[in-house]
């Protein structure tokens, strides 16, 4: 009975896991990568083509408002906020015109790039809220691996003592 349980636990970790890693590729294919072509673009047309991608992938997941935190509600998990920084600065590259000088643009493009992008440790990274690609199932993720690995790990041990 004991092996059963492990394997069962072992059996969902491991499909929790991969879940967490589709849903992580699904989001960097749909939004994050274009969030960075956007803060890479040189020009105000390519800026907003690429980050109205990414709204459009954004609200088609309902990534629109909402904390991915499942303890504590920090800003910098907040959904709202972020999504709401997408939309202005959409808006911003909006309002350009004709009549727009060379300078302003450029001034624009880099307050883009500050806007959708933070270095870090691993080098330029876009902001996001931590957990995003789970949303909205990060507690559902937390408490299913959480109860796994309370399982499993001991089971693992005993188990192993039994060998």
Same mark, same amino acid.
Request: charged share 15%; hydrophobic share 45%; with cysteine.
């Given at each position: ?6 394997? +069962?636990c072992v059996t969902t970790l491991f499909v929790l896991v991969t879940l967490r890693i589709v849903f992580g590729v699904g989001f960097s294919l749909g939004c994050s990568q274009y969030l960075k072509r956007a803060s890479d673009a040189n020009t105000i047309e390519l800026a907003k083509a690429n980050l109205n991608v ?13 904390? +991915?935190?499942?303890? *504590? ?35 624009? *493009? ?54």
């Amino acid at each position: 009975m004991r092996q059963i349980v492990f394997s +069962v636990c072992v059996t969902t970790l491991f499909v929790l896991v991969t879940l967490r890693i589709v849903f992580g590729v699904g989001f960097s294919l749909g939004c994050s990568q274009y969030l960075k072509r956007a803060s890479d673009a040189n020009t105000i047309e390519l800026a907003k083509a690429n980050l109205n991608v990414a709204i459009k992938y954004a609200e088609m997941a309902n990534l629109t408002n909402g904390i +991915v935190s499942i303890f *504590l509600q920090q800003p910098e998990n907040d959904i709202g906020f972020w999504y709401s920084n997408l939309i202005a600065s959409r808006d911003e590259l909006s309002r350009v015109t004709t009549n727009t000088s060379q300078m302003e643009k450029s001034n624009l *493009l880099m307050k883009l790039r500050e806007t959708l992008t933070d270095n870090g440790k691993e080098g330029t990274q876009i902001t996001c809220p931590n957990g995003i690609s789970v949303y909205p199932y990060n507690k559902l993720f937390f408490w299913l691996i959480a109860i796994s690995l309370f399982i499993t790990i001991p089971l693992g041990f005993a188990t192993i003592t039994d060998l």
